[in-house]
């Protein structure tokens, strides 16, 4: 008997998590999500709508977590620009 827990029960039971998991920790799509041209930030959403099986989503301003979780990256980004800055940032 096989028991699984932790990691592999959630990956198990909520497969959605790891699809987004991997646009999350791709360098490809992290660079187009707090790309400054919107074409990129176009084409990240449509990858986002893509894995998850998400025809109908259209990003929001309020409340969408793609949303927030890019808006997160840039101040992050920005955050770098200056030695030791990152550290003083507070992400909710």
Known sequence: MVLIGGPALHAALYPETVRR???????HWVGAAVSAD???QN????EVARRLDLSEYRPCAIGD????????EVRLAFAE???G???NVWVS
Request: glycine letters at 4%; hydrophobic letters at 40%; one cysteine or more.
């Open 21 to 27: 998991a991997c646009i999350l920790a791709s360098p």
């Open 38 to 40: 919107q074409g990129d």
């Open 43 to 46: 084409r990240f959403y449509a």
């Open 65 to 72: 977590p793609p949303v927030r979780w890019v808006a997160r």
């Open 81 to 83: 620009v200056s030695p």
């Open 85 to 87: 800055c990152r550290s």
